[in-house]
């Protein structure tokens, strides 16, 4: 019996699964007494409620047409001063007050608003629904981010003029850039401009964590004030990952059948960045995102919108849409791959998955992409691969695994050492037997059938793969590059152990064994990744 490799490296806790695994999806399930209780308020609220926010649009409306005629937003825009920004100050802030409170909101407000000059900048988390505009109302209409679409909404476009807010276009290449220059312009403006409230996060979650904050609110390096919303209503207003016209009717309805509705609103202390932060926005954030989750009591995780993104194209490939969560910040930064690099390997990882319903595989699966039975090699690479030791490798495994290990070992040197252990007549070609007979070798099986897996790397049809076949199979497929080195350090290992690897002895063996021997259990490779 070959000596049993021990591995004393354990993997990287960085990379091991969040705290929360899908921060996006949130599933509000209302029992038959509920549905009762917003039927029965529906029928009296509704209708008083909406003649009541409506009227109030109906001033609203013209307020902030008077406000904002003839102010321009493009170009070297100037903060409202005189008349308009009493107006905006006053006027459209108690109307917004007036709009949520007919809505069912009750606002409680804790600690105090620091100043512009105190601190420029507001980040508002967590970021759960169109509602959190509510915050917006308290803070005294402060410049906000927006996209420049949303200026053409009726209605709700002139509102947002009012507040001249940064604004992001997708079809501006520079967008990100003018962004964050334009942020710090009004950050470092002295007082000159009103705050810049953020939504740090980027995207809308469930609250049960904090996701990863981006950085245009810390670039400018100035004080940020933390502002922490909580909602906690049983029924609450939160965003699902159902299209956005059903999300607005779901969210308005039972909003509107409530009593009412609390939101809670704290302001915590301004923090101000120390001068290794203001030269690193990315901890800066950290560092802030850091004491409004210890205040809140929620974990911090990695997710982003990228991560929202991946779990729509999941859906597109026929996966489950929670099969696209990595934790993109993490795995983009460690890894050094694009949104497109992971997008690449999630279209990848669907080819080995679409027969399985849960977005997971197993080696079974796993076995079947290669084209090669299951066998002690194999499973020592799946166990590589299967990070958490379930069974199955769902994709933040799978991408990690491809990553780390197979696409380092996918080299020249690797292709060309493997190339040389097939040619055993060096003839600079393969033939099927000699292909067969390594497999057979490596893998430990006697009765091994490669003629599709041979079939496939011999693109010409010739009957012999070439170096060039060989080499450029190699390439797009790096699993197959780990299980040869995995099959190399065997060989290596065995030999300095002393040991003589008799190949044509473990075939015979194999072939005349009893099927009801009872296979060893092969250890997992934990090698530090």
């Known amino acids: 019996m070959s000596p049993q490799r021990v591995f004393a490296l354990p993997r990287q806790r ?16 209302l029992t038959k007494a509920d549905k009762i209780k917003c039927f029965l308020r529906g029928i009296i609220l509704v209708p008083f409620r909406g003649i009541f926010l409506l009227l109030v649009l109906m001033i609203m409306w013209p307020v902030s047409v008077m406000i904002t005629f003839g102010q321009s937003l493009k170009g070297a825009v100037e903060p409202m001063t005189g008349w308009r920004r009493f107006m905006h100050k006053r006027v459209m802030t108690f109307l917004g007050r007036l709009y949520f409170f007919g809505m069912g909101f009750r606002v409680v407000v804790k ?11 507001l980040a508002v988390a967590p970021h759960s629904s169109f509602f959190d505009a509510i915050v917006c ?13 949303s200026l053409e909404a009726p209605i709700f476009g002139r509102f947002l003029r009012c507040v001249q807010p940064v604004l992001v276009s997708r079809k501006d290449p520079d ?10 312009r009004r950050a470092k403006s002295g007082g000159h401009w009103p705050q810049v409230l953020i939504f740090p996060e980027g995207t809308c979650t469930n609250r049960s964590c904090l996701i990863t904050f981006k950085q245009g609110a810390f670039v400018p390096g100035v004080p940020v004030q933390p502002v922490l919303i909580r909602y906690p209503n049983k029924l609450v207003s939160m965003n699902s990952t159902k299209s956005y016209t059903i999300v607005v009717m779901i969210l308005l309805l039972l909003t509107l059948c409530q009593l ?3 939101v809670e ?4 202390p301004p923090r101000i960045p120390t001068e290794m932060e203001k030269k690193c926005p990315i901890k800066f954030a950290q560092s802030v995102r850091a004491v409004m989750a210890e205040t809140l009591g929620l974990p911090v995780t990695d997710h982003t919108y990228e991560d929202c993104r991946l779990m729509i194209a999941a859906g597109e490939l026929t996966l489950p849409m929670e099969a696209g969560l990595v934790e993109f910040t993490k795995i983009s930064r460690k890894l050094e791959l694009k949104w497109d ?7 990848s990882f669907a080819n080995i998955a679409c027969s399985c319903k849960g977005g997971r595989i197993t080696i079974e699966e796993f076995a079947g992409f290669l084209k090669l039975p299951v066998s002690p090699a194999l499973q020592e690479l799946f166990a590589l691969f299967d990070r958490n030791g379930d069974g199955t490798i769902d994709f933040r495994e799978y991408v990690i695994g491809v990553t780390v290990l197979c696409h380092p070992a996918n080299n020249e040197e690797v ?5 040389k252990l097939f040619d055993i007549d060096e003839d600079n070609c393969i033939t099927q037997e000699e292909f067969s007979g390594l497999l057979r070798s490596a893998l430990g099986v006697c009765d091994l059938d490669v003629h599709s897996l041979f079939r496939e790397i011999d693109a010409d049809g010739s009957g012999h793969i070439t170096y060039d076949e060989f080499r450029s199979f190699a390439l797009t497929h790096p699993e197959y590059a780990k299980l040869f080195t995995t099959y190399i350090e065997l060989q290596r290992y065995q030999g300095l152990q002393g040991e003589e690897l008799d190949f044509d002895a473990s075939l015979s063996h194999c072939c005349t064994a009893s099927h009801n021997n009872h296979q060893e259990d092969s250890t997992s490779d934990k090698k530090d990744d």
């Open 14 to 29: 960085s990379l091991l699964l969040p705290a929360v695994i899908n921060p996006f999806v949130h599933d509000l399930k």
């Open 111 to 121: 600690g105090k608003q620091a100043s512009s000059v105190e601190a420029p900048i």
């Open 137 to 149: 109302i308290e803070t005294g209409l402060p410049s906000t981010v927006s996209r420049s679409e």
């Open 175 to 184: 967008s990100r850039r003018n962004t964050i220059l334009e942020i710090e």
């Open 260 to 262: 009412y509705t609390t």
């Open 265 to 268: 609103v704290e302001f915590l």
């Open 341 to 347: 690099n992971v997008k690449k390997e999630l279209e």
């Open 415 to 419: 292709i060309q050492t493997v190339f």
